[in-house]
């Protein structure tokens, strides 16, 4: 099933066949900081990070404050605004969201907790999210450590598209991640992909409708608008912005 993007933006032609792809390098991101942290965002990382860290990955809904019926996991979250949009929608799930950039995480620390300076330690008391926690390390780590099927959903929202052709083995779109995921999802659990780079897209098409991945996963649609159950990102703001259209998968977990 090819995506709407199919006709419109061609693959460059030097990037790798699914089956030349090198192994994944031990790091798929660079920096982990962007622009130097101001002392609030400091002790966001330093107080209020530990609170929501997640850190029992082989009991994955012990980790929550409250029951969870249901996981889901966000693979990259950026600047936190899908993953605490989701959260707070789905009160009974217990939400994993994943993202290795300092920044980021401060971004959607400082969502959570409002800036008080007239409370002394506000970081360290104001009240979170009692279903949602966060992995500040490499996601491919926790997809290694969580028990077989155990998500009933998984989200992969504006990832870096490592656009050049010797990057490819950088995108999280790769054989490997495809096959954890497999193992981590339930059967008819969704993974949910969304990208606004042409090549990126292109690429999701060429990996998800290999052999190996659709004996994995069903594909189920791809659109243009985002569906109304998917939260806005400033990703997708800013694509728009710049003049580019974004498009939104769901894969199906098979079995």
Not at 67 to 84: D, M, R, S, T, Y
Not at 162 to 185: M, Q, S, T, Y
Not at 209 to 221: C, H, N
Not at 225 to 253: L, N, V
Request: charged residues 25%; proline residues 11%; glycine residues 4%.
């Amino acid at each position: 099933m090819a995506s709407p993007s199919a006709a419109n933006s061609p693959a460059p032609a030097t990037d790798p066949a699914p089956a030349e792809l090198k192994p994944q390098p031990e790091r798929l991101y660079g920096r982990q900081r962007g622009h130097p942290l101001r002392a609030r965002q400091q002790r966001l990382l330093d107080v209020a990070l530990p609170r929501l860290r997640f850190t029992q990955p082989a009991d994955p809904k012990s980790a929550f404050s409250v029951p969870v019926k249901q996981l889901f996991l966000e693979i990259g979250f950026g600047g936190g605004e899908h993953a605490a949009d989701q959260a707070e929608r789905h009160p009974d799930t217990g939400y994993i969201a994943s993202e290795v950039f300092e920044n980021g995480l401060c971004s959607l620390l400082s969502r959570l907790i409002e800036e008080n300076p007239e409370q002394e330690n506000h970081e360290a008391t104001a009240p979170l999210p009692p279903n949602l926690r966060l992995w500040d390390e490499d996601a491919r780590l926790l997809l290694q450590e969580l028990p077989d099927a155990c998500l009933d959903r998984a989200y992969l929202m504006f990832p870096d598209p490592w656009p050049k052709a010797r990057h490819a083995k950088r995108r999280f779109v790769h054989p490997d991640n495809i096959r954890e995921l497999g193992r981590v999802l339930k059967p008819q659990a969704t993974w949910r992909i969304a990208s606004d780079h042409p090549v990126y897209q292109e690429w999701v098409e060429e990996i998800m409708t290999t052999p190996e991945a659709q004996a994995l996963f069903d594909y189920v649609s791809c659109v243009q608008e985002r569906p109304a159950d998917w939260s806005p990102t400033r990703y997708e703001a800013k694509a728009f912005r710049e003049g580019r259209q974004p498009f939104y998968w769901i894969f199906r977990r098979r079995g």
